[in-house]
């Protein structure tokens, strides 16, 4: 087993592929999968943050348009990205893997608020650290909360484990056509609106100069793979 490439690096994991194949709530046997591949991962030395999103419970904008106060829709969604960190934190725990839940809107009763040399110090002494609540505030993504996490936590690339193997051209779905890159840069991101991440991720990203990596968590073996430098879905950089 070679080094990994990366030391510290910030894992996004979407809610609806928590939720597998119900496509809503959780799965804990895909869980379980995911768990055991970061286990995997720490041991080797890897410093892993880890941000969540809520889809699989709730989806601010799509679920709350039209029908209620966005600001109120979005911090609903930021609740639903809990229930997937104390998920998340329990199956870890149950395979001995240190972890902290650290989240954004204070709750103490069930995780630390978020503080930043906090996390940089948990990171430092071998623990996983798993942001909650997004950004905290309302008209941000959870991609713009882990591109936000990774610039302060100074992580080495994003990997974002999606319901997607790469960035395309087009939607494979609808375009039969579509190319898949190996590599491509921010700029054509924007350029091309290709939906990896949103617009306020994607500059974020670039202006940080935190290179993504975009692929499938069907197999949540590609987290490992990558760390390990495996050329795995699609890489955004410079």
């Not at 869980?31 to 286990?39: E, L, S, T, Y």
């Not at 071998?126 to 997004?134: D, E, K, L, S, Y």
């Not at 008209?139 to 999606?162: C, G, P």
């Amino acid at each position: 087993m070679g080094d990994p490439r990366y030391k510290r690096v910030l894992l996004k994991v979407s809610g609806e592929a928590l939720a597998g194949n119900k496509r809503y709530g959780l799965d804990f046997e895909v869980i379980g999968r995911v768990c055991d591949v970061i286990r995997d991962c720490v041991a080797t030395g890897v410093q892993m943050g880890i941000v969540v999103g809520g889809g699989n419970f709730w989806r601010g904008v799509k679920d709350g348009g039209g029908k209620m106060d966005r600001t109120r829709a979005d911090h609903m969604g930021m609740m639903a990205t809990v229930l997937n960190c104390l998920a998340l934190a329990d199956v870890l725990e149950q395979r001995r893997v240190d972890v902290r839940v650290q989240t954004a809107i204070e709750m103490r009763a069930i995780a630390e608020p978020y503080i930043r040399s906090r996390a940089i110090r948990h990171l430092d002494k071998g623990r996983v650290v798993i942001f909650g609540c997004g950004t905290g505030s309302p008209f941000f993504s959870t991609d713009t909360a882990a591109v936000l996490r990774a610039a302060e936590i100074d992580a080495d690339v994003i990997l974002l484990a999606k319901n997607i193997d790469g960035v395309y051209s087009a939607d494979p779905k609808l375009d039969p056509d579509a190319v898949k890159y190996d590599s491509i840069s921010y700029d054509d991101i924007l350029a091309q609106h290709l939906e990896v991440m949103d617009s306020t991720a994607t500059s974020l990203s670039m202006d940080n100069k935190i290179p993504v990596v975009l692929f499938a968590l069907q197999d949540p073996k590609n987290i490992y793979r990558v760390i390990m430098g495996e050329n795995i879905g699609t890489i955004v950089k410079e």
